[in-house]
Nanobody, 124 residues
């Protein structure tokens, strides 16, 4: 089992920044690729970004590429999502997820463990 707890969400104006954190506990964190997904009201959960177990490779949805940055600290069992130039359409609940694989994935089905989510609201 891997337990994931997100933090750092909140209300921000368009153009602002937020940094989300995800603290992992349980099994060896470095065995898991990590991803961030988001879900807006009335919409399906969508891929945002992911990072390989080692942190050597990342993947981003087109909608966030160049604005968001994922990183991980395997020594401290943390994964981060730095979000810059936020837009109202980034408003959603953001979820951290862990997949027992080396490579990252865009499919939620590949992630066995999920956090409870943190709300991000971007006002115009």
């Amino acid at each position: 089992q891997v337990q994931l707890v997100e933090s750092g969400g909140g209300l921000v104006q368009a153009g602002g920044s937020l940094r989300l954190s995800c603290a992992a506990s349980g099994r060896t964190f470095s065995n898991y690729a990590m991803g961030w997904f988001r879900q807006a009201p009335g919409k399906e959960r969508e891929f945002v970004t992911a990072i390989t177990r080692s942190g050597g490779s990342t993947d981003y949805a087109t909608s966030v590429k160049g604005r968001f940055t994922i990183s991980r600290d395997n020594a401290n069992n943390m994964v981060y999502l730095q979000m810059n130039s936020l837009k109202p359409e980034d408003t959603a609940v953001y979820y951290c997820a862990a997949a027992n694989r080396y490579s990252s994935s865009r499919s939620p089905n590949d992630y066995a463990y999920w956090g409870q989510g943190t709300q991000v609201t971007v006002s115009s």
